[in-house]
């Protein structure tokens, strides 16, 4: 009998993991996006708005982040903690699909848009800024929980 109790644990545990890793691998995740609120740079009244000033986020989830450029000015879009926190999958723009370790910058010269897909990977508060442009009110944050 103490045998059958001493064998009884582990035939339980691998018996209850079969098939365990097909459900957790069960299509990707990275394509399963949820669209944020979009990223608006300059709006009529005045060139250094932006729409949003702070995304929650939470690991391990996909996202998809369009940032639209009025054209007002040239925006550089920045955000290099952040960047080095996220699963970059890629990102769209011009009718151009774009696959990257990482991204540096999104520089809008003229109106224009962009669109990221990530997954973040690290929690923290991460600033995004349109580099120059931070003094005039063009500043947010990534908040990854």
């Known amino acids: 009998m103490p045998l059958f109790k001493t064998l009884l644990l582990p035939l339980l545990l691998i018996v ?3 098939g365990f ?3 957790q691998a069960a299509g990707d995740l990275t394509r399963r996006t949820e669209a944020l609120p ?10 250094y708005a932006m729409s949003q000033r702070e995304y929650q986020l939470e ?6 982040l369009k940032i639209i450029a009025s054209g007002q000015k040239e ?8 960047a080095t926190s996220i699963f970059l ?9 774009i696959k ?3 991204l540096t910058e999104l520089e809008f010269e003229d109106a224009g848009e962009a669109e990221i897909f990530f997954v973040p990977i690290k929690p ?4 995004f800024y349109a580099k120059g442009l931070e003094g005039k009110g063009m500043l947010g944050y990534f908040v990854v929980k």
């Open 100 to 102: 990257a370790i990482t």
């Open 124 to 127: 923290g508060k991460f600033r």
């Open 21 to 23: 890793d097909r459900v």
């Open 16 to 18: 209850s993991l079969i």
């Open 38 to 47: 979009d990223l608006r740079l300059g709006n009529e009244e005045s060139d």
């Open 75 to 82: 925006y550089a879009l920045q955000a290099p903690e952040f």
């Open 59 to 64: 690991t391990g989830k996909a996202y998809q």
């Open 89 to 97: 999958r890629k990102v769209e723009a011009g009718g151009v699909e």
